[in-house]
């Protein structure tokens, strides 16, 4: 993709700005796709057989090519704004940045988002198969697949997020403006939405699981205190709005 085809894209009004910063990735289940500028990148770039393919070299050289051309925008809009890119990775810098981000991996939240997804793993190890629970759902009209689907896709997400939260809150300490919506909340939100879901995908397995009704119990049980934890360290979480999401004015 040119340069002059990214700057188009980015420029067109049809996109949300920042809109992917604070979603859950599921594009497949995205309903603003039509207002994501990476949804339609990637669709632009990526819709033919070939590229489709993950392991496809074609895949990696247009990725690349991305990469450059959107690196060389950033260069450009860095000496518009006055900023010298080269000169912010420092030793000093790149020191501070390390011990930020160990501190933000060795706390409790991050501790314990990183045994949920555990938690989950040896959940879905030992279960194997919800063949008869499956069955006696879709007898109510109720698909347990998706909820397994649900699960396994926070699985990780809600670490990696509450992980970027605690991240920007570290770093929001030292370097605090009210002025602006913080990225931890908008981080936090996303985490606690991917709890939510997840604890609502869960109380749907405990409902047909009767066999393995402790497990499933302990894990909301687990789950549900993370959450509580999150929304006390981020008590402005809830009421942050996600572009896109909670509300947008295309016009404004
Ligand atoms: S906003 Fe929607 S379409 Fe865009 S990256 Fe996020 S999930 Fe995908």
């Given at each position: 993709?040119?340069?002059?085809?990214?700057?188009k894209?980015?420029?067109?009004?049809?996109?949300?700005?920042?809109?992917?910063?604070?979603?859950?990735?599921?594009?497949?289940?995205?309903p603003?796709?039509?207002?994501?500028?990476?949804?339609s990148?990637?669709e632009?770039?990526?819709?033919?057989?070939?590229?489709?393919d993950?392991?496809?070299?074609?895949?990696?050289k247009?990725?690349?090519?991305i990469?450059?051309?959107?690196l060389?925008?950033?260069?450009e809009?860095?000496?518009?704004?006055?900023?010298?890119?080269?000169t912010l990775?420092?030793?000093?810098?790149?020191?501070?940045?390390k011990a930020?981000?160990?501190?933000?991996?060795?706390?409790?939240?991050?501790?314990?988002?990183?045994?949920?997804?555990e938690m989950?793993k040896?959940?879905v190890?030992?279960?194997?198969?919800?063949?008869?629970?499956?069955?006696?759902?879709?007898?109510?009209?109720?698909?347990?697949?998706?909820?397994?689907?649900?699960?396994?896709?926070?699985?990780?997400?809600?670490?990696?997020k509450?992980?970027?939260?605690?991240?920007?809150?570290?770093?929001?300490?030292?370097?605090?403006?009210?002025?602006?919506?913080s990225?931890?909340?908008?981080?936090?939100?996303?985490?606690?939405?991917?709890?939510?879901?997840?604890?609502?995908?869960?109380?749907?397995?405990?409902?047909?699981?009767?066999?393995?009704?402790?497990?499933?119990?302990?894990?909301?049980?687990?789950?549900?205190?993370?959450?509580?934890?999150?929304?006390?360290?981020?008590?402005?979480?809830?009421?942050f709005?996600?572009?896109?999401?909670?509300?947008?004015?295309l016009?404004?």
């Amino acid at each position: 993709m040119k340069k002059d085809r990214l700057k188009k894209l980015a420029g067109d009004k049809r996109f949300i700005p920042g809109i992917y910063n604070y979603c859950d990735r599921w594009c497949e289940r995205c309903p603003q796709t039509s207002h994501c500028l990476n949804f339609s990148l990637s669709e632009e770039e990526f819709s033919d057989p070939e590229t489709q393919d993950i392991q496809n070299e074609a895949f990696w050289k247009k990725l690349s090519g991305i990469f450059g051309e959107t690196l060389e925008l950033l260069k450009e809009a860095a000496k518009e704004w006055g900023v010298d890119l080269d000169t912010l990775d420092s030793t000093d810098d790149i020191e501070k940045m390390k011990a930020k981000g160990e501190a933000a991996e060795n706390h409790l939240l991050c501790r314990a988002a990183k045994k949920y997804a555990e938690m989950v793993k040896d959940w879905v190890d030992e279960k194997e198969t919800l063949f008869f629970e499956t069955a006696a759902a879709a007898r109510d009209g109720v698909d347990l697949d998706e909820a397994v689907e649900v699960i396994r896709w926070y699985q990780y997400f809600i670490c990696a997020k509450i992980t970027r939260a605690v991240r920007g809150k570290i770093d929001e300490e030292e370097e605090r403006d009210d002025e602006f919506p913080s990225d931890s909340d908008g981080s936090a939100k996303i985490a606690l939405i991917a709890m939510d879901r997840s604890i609502a995908a869960w109380a749907m397995i405990r409902h047909y699981d009767t066999y393995g009704a402790e497990a499933v119990v302990d894990i909301i049980a687990f789950l549900d205190g993370l959450r509580q934890a999150v929304e006390k360290t981020f008590p402005r979480a809830r009421s942050f709005v996600r572009p896109g999401f909670e509300s947008f004015d295309l016009n404004g």
